[in-house]
């Protein structure tokens, strides 16, 4: 039972309110003691306070707060009975600013309010804020005619709220997802058309079957076109062999286990990639296949995929591309490079591009223009499409400090387009020989012309030393009483010659006193006393090559470089051959002016002595002519001696005629008298002057001299002289009862004069030399018929040339007799 000790037994019943209205002490609040309260707010108390809706009442000024149990069960723990009764300001102090202007509306009279979810953070008994919604109404309560209270009705929304947020955010993550799917739709269908559009333009051919059915699920266009078909047969596996036509090399056709789709069914495995030849119509190519099981999510095999691409153009350069390796290999100081339509070295290999550093991978792949510098880019660019074109091509050209010959040409293909086969020589080695050859020949030349030995050795030193790139090249001379050189000096170009230092002949004659090898010197002195030039250095690497004579060291070539090269055996050998050369040619140079000396000395002693003879002989020839005048001398014994003697001297006289005659031409000092004359009184003066010695050996003579004169610009004298001599020579040299005949020849511009016998004849060898002074052909002229010393053809063939014209002999050889001639410029009169 309530007890109502404050005056609110007014408001019967059991709610637990009750108990809150029964103790608050009234009197102390501003509303007063319950007996003075208005029947307005007692009639309004009893009717919440019945009501099993959520109802409250603010009363009065302050707002005294009145509520029944449904509402007290919606206040927080705390303040369900501590806000009984209390103003309604401190009750709800934390949404007052949301809710007043609401109370002032209703209080001041103007009606009633209705809110619905109205959300209202409140404070817990444990301190934490909650979240609560209310949909709520305020109605004045009229005392009198002014608003006494408001009664509030309200139902918590809180759950209802609490769903609708969450159904909210279902909502919208579920849009979100949904969203999100369109997208991957969306993205997965891109994908598939994607992939549909790879497919179809694969550059290879795909086909999936499907297991165990053998039937095929997919297939691209590429794989038709490549197996020459429309469309693949739908039972891709059954029946392979009458599918497809496979073939093994030797032309057998594939068995159905054979085809790497069926070995996959079969296996469950990767099979491939195997190359396979494939009839296609009348062609037959080169198929690269390879097929790979694919597998359901439990594990079962599910489709075959097979792929596969055409390769036999691919297989055709493989092939090649060995054959041109093998030959590359073969090529010795050479590569080949292999170059595709595209200007793209296919291959590049041989012993001659690794010997620059480079190997296969610095071309293959590339194209020709990335290899080069850009100043060779359009010579190498034009060379390979000229190559392509079909034109031969060959050039020559220097890489890496080596020389290169190529020759290119094109390499036609049935199968696809044509190759540059271009093939390169390294010749930096013949080149370096034939540049060797070359000095060898030019300083061969030049000391040919040379007329001292001084000379040759100056001409050789300078070119040997230009062509190695010397600083220094010379000749010394190491035996003697005076050591001396003669050399080359690069940095003047110009020739020292001087004294070598004696220590250091005395060392490389040590040297070469156990074997006379090439001396190869390190950063040594000059052999030279003095210097080469102010400011140069006065040591070198130095090569010191011995020059034998007989055996034994005379002389050497030094040449020298700044210290740190080295000499390649191509330089020594080429250095031993100049200074060897040189040095010969110097001697015998040498050995000329020698006998060029003695030749001197005895032209000079035999002109004195034919000078000395010639008096004497004036002597004795006068005194024999009186000899034989001397009646004494008429007994027939002494005029044969007498006769010989006369004889004898005529031969003395001619011989010293001769000697004098040979040492005015040799002096220049012979004078002609030139005139016109009919040659044919000079042949006949001849002809009278020979014929007893001719008719003495009984020698038959035919003169065939012409009805025309014939006339010569000469020294008439001169011309009965030689024509004298070559008959002398032709009864000399012919035996007993031979034929001479003499004839003459004309011709346009020329008189030709033929001594013909038929004697002993003249050897092929002698020939040659027949007309140099002091020859005669000893084996075939008996000592008998000697009576001169080999002057009368040399002063024949001297006089000759004197007179404009020219001798030469004819002679089939030992006992086939001779033939002179003698030919002169022809005058033409009138
Ligand atoms: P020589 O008669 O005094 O020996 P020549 O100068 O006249 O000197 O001749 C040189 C050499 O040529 C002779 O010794 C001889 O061997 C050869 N000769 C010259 N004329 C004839 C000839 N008609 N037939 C064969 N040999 C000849």
Redesign the pocket.
């Known amino acids: 039972m309530p007890i109502h000790q404050n005056g609110t037994s007014f408001i019967p019943g059991t709610h637990r309110v009750n108990a809150l209205l029964s103790f608050v002490d009234w009197a102390c609040t501003p509303i007063g003691s319950p007996e003075n309260w208005p029947s307005e707010l007692k009639n309004a108390l009893s009717l919440i306070l019945n009501t099993h809706q959520p109802m409250a009442i603010w009363w009065g000024k302050e707002l005294i707060h009145f509520y029944n149990d449904a509402y007290r069960d919606l206040l927080p723990a705390s303040q369900r009975d501590t806000a009984f009764g209390s103003p309604g300001r401190t009750v709800y102090s934390e949404a007052w600013d949301l809710i007043q202007p609401q109370i002032d509306f209703v209080s001041s009279g103007q009606g009633s309010t209705w809110h619905e979810n109205q959300k209202f953070t409140t404070l817990e008994s444990d301190s934490t804020t909650v979240e609560r919604w209310w949909t709520y109404g305020y109605s004045p309560i009229y005392a009198g005619t002014c608003v006494g209270g408001i009664l509030v009705v309200c139902t918590e929304t809180t759950k209802e709220q609490l769903a609708r947020i969450e159904s909210d955010k279902l909502t919208h993550s579920l849009a979100q997802e949904v969203a999100r799917r369109t997208l991957v739709e969306t993205q997965l269908r891109a994908e598939r058309v994607r992939l549909d559009a790879v497919l179809d333009t694969l550059p290879a051919g795909l086909a999936i079957v499907g297991y165990p059915e053998g039937t095929i699920l997919y297939q691209n266009p590429k794989a038709s076109e490549l197996l020459g078909m429309n469309r693949l047969p739908t039972n891709a596996v059954q029946d392979i062999e009458k599918n497809y036509t496979a073939i093994h090399p030797d032309g057998r056709p594939y068995e159905a286990d054979e085809y790497p789709s069926v070995m996959a069914f079969q296996t469950g495995r990767h099979i491939g990639p195997v190359d396979m030849l494939y009839q296609r119509g009348d062609e037959r190519i080169v198929l690269s296949v390879r097929s790979s099981p694919v597998y359901d999510p439990q594990g079962r095999l599910d489709q075959v995929v097979t792929i596969f691409d055409e390769v036999t153009h691919t297989r055709e350069v493989e092939k090649d591309k060995l054959l041109y390796r093998a030959i590359a290999s073969h090529i010795p100081h050479g590569a080949v490079f292999l170059v595709d339509s595209d200007l793209r070295y296919v291959l590049a290999d041989g012993p001659a591009l690794r010997n620059t550093g480079l190997d296969s991978m610095d071309f293959e792949g590339r194209h020709v223009s990335e290899v080069v510098g850009p100043s060779d880019r359009p010579i190498l660019i034009a060379d390979y499409e000229a190559m392509l074109r079909g034109e031969p091509v060959y050039r020559e050209h220097a890489t890496s400090g080596r020389h290169f010959a190529t020759y290119g040409t094109c390499i036609p293909r049935p199968n696809g387009p044509h190759f540059a086969l271009a093939v390169s020589y390294d010749i930096t080695d013949r080149l370096q020989r034939e540049a060797r050859l070359q000095l060898l020949d030019t300083i061969a030349r030049a000391t040919n012309n040379a007329a001292t030995e001084t000379e040759v050795l100056f001409q050789a030193a300078h070119m040997l030393g230009s062509f190695l790139d010397a600083a220094f090249c010379g000749f010394a001379v190491v035996r003697g009483p005076r050591p001396t050189y003669h050399a080359w000096v690069r940095h003047s170009q110009q020739v020292l010659t001087g004294s070598l230092r004696s220590a250091w002949v005395e060392s490389v004659l040590a040297e070469w006193g156990h074997s006379a090898q090439p001396v190869l010197l390190r950063n040594e002195e000059l052999p030279f006393e003095g210097l080469l030039g102010p400011g140069l250095p006065r040591r070198f690497s130095q090569l010191i090559l011995p020059i034998l004579i007989e055996g034994s060291v005379v002389a050497c070539l030094i040449i020298g470089r700044q210290d740190g090269t080295v000499w390649s055996v191509d330089d020594v050998s080429l250095a031993s051959q100049v200074g060897d050369g040189a040095w010969a040619k110097a001697d015998r140079l040498r050995l000329i002016g020698q006998l060029r000396q003695m030749d001197l000395k005895k032209d000079r002693f035999l002109a004195t002595l034919a000078h000395e003879i010639r008096n004497p002989l004036g002597a004795i020839a006068t005194g024999t002519n009186l000899l034989s005048l001397l009646p004494s001398t008429r007994d027939a014994a002494v005029q044969r001696a007498v006769e010989r003697i006369k004889r004898q001297l005529d031969l003395l006289r001619r011989l010293v005629d001769d000697l004098t005659d040979i040492s005015r031409i040799k002096h220049g000092k012979i004078h002609l008298q030139i005139e016109r004359f009919d040659l044919r009184e000079a042949i006949e003066q001849a002809v009278d002057m020979q014929r007893p010695l001719l008719s003495k050996r009984d020698h038959s003579l035919e003169v065939v001299l012409g009805t025309e004169p014939c006339y010569v610009h000469a020294d008439k004298d001169r011309m009965v002289q030689v024509v004298g ?1 070559l008959l002398n ?2 009864a ?3 035996p007993q009862f031979g034929a001479i005949t003499v004839e003459i020849e004309r011709h346009e511009s020329a008189v030709a004069i033929h001594v013909k ?1 038929n ?4 050897e092929p060898e002698a020939i040659r030399s ?1 007309f140099e002074i002091f ?3 000893d084996y ?2 008996p000592a008998m018929h ?1 009576d ?7 002063l024949v063939k001297h006089l000759a040339q004197l007179q404009g014209g020219e001798v030469a002999v004819t002679s089939a050889g030992h006992g086939k007799g ?1 033939c ?1 001639t003698v030919r002169l410029p022809l005058v033409h009169v009138g």
């Open positions: 001599n020579n032709a000399k040299y012919t016998d004697g002993i004849g003249i027949i020859v005669q052909d075939h002229a000697r001169g010393l080999g002057i009368g053809l040399a001779s002179f």
